[in-house]
């Protein structure tokens, strides 16, 4: 990443403190296990009311990353609410992935 914002160590941080978000019902799970198993996700999910997001970084080994954002405004429990975001996950890890 090119560190625009910030210096290197900075930048570092700040993707290292996403990395470690212990929330994972958004993009991760869009990804294949063994994939999600070996790829750093620098993300921040959030709900409020029915409106649910998360956006981050995927670091995929063997390309550049991506960065993906979503926003959904379904309603219904947390595990509903972010089954969409998973499934646009999936949709872009494959487009990505050709």
Same mark, same amino acid.
């Given at each position: @990443?090119?560190?625009?914002?910030? +210096?290197?160590?900075?930048?570092?941080?700040?993707?290292?403190?996403?990395? &470690?978000?212990?929330?994972?019902?958004?993009?991760?799970?869009? @990804?294949?296990?063994?994939?999600?198993? +070996?790829?750093?996700?620098?993300?921040?999910?959030? %709900?409020? /009311?029915?409106?649910?997001?998360? &956006?981050?970084?995927?670091?995929? %080994?063997?390309?550049?990353?991506?960065? @993906?954002?979503?926003?959904?405004?379904? $309603?219904? $429990? &947390? %595990?509903?609410?972010?089954? $969409?975001? &998973?499934?646009? /996950?999936? @949709?872009?890890? %494959?487009?990505?992935?050709?």
């Amino acid at each position: @990443l090119e560190g625009r914002f910030g +210096s290197d160590d900075e930048t570092g941080a700040m993707i290292a403190t996403l990395c &470690a978000q212990t929330f994972t019902r958004g993009i991760p799970p869009g @990804l294949p296990g063994g994939v999600r198993a +070996s790829t750093r996700i620098a993300h921040k999910t959030g %709900e409020m /009311s029915t409106a649910t997001h998360d &956006a981050g970084i995927v670091f995929l %080994e063997g390309r550049e990353p991506y960065v @993906l954002a979503v926003l959904t405004g379904v $309603p219904g $429990p &947390a %595990e509903e609410r972010y089954r $969409p975001i &998973a499934r646009i /996950s999936e @949709l872009v890890f %494959e487009m990505v992935r050709g």
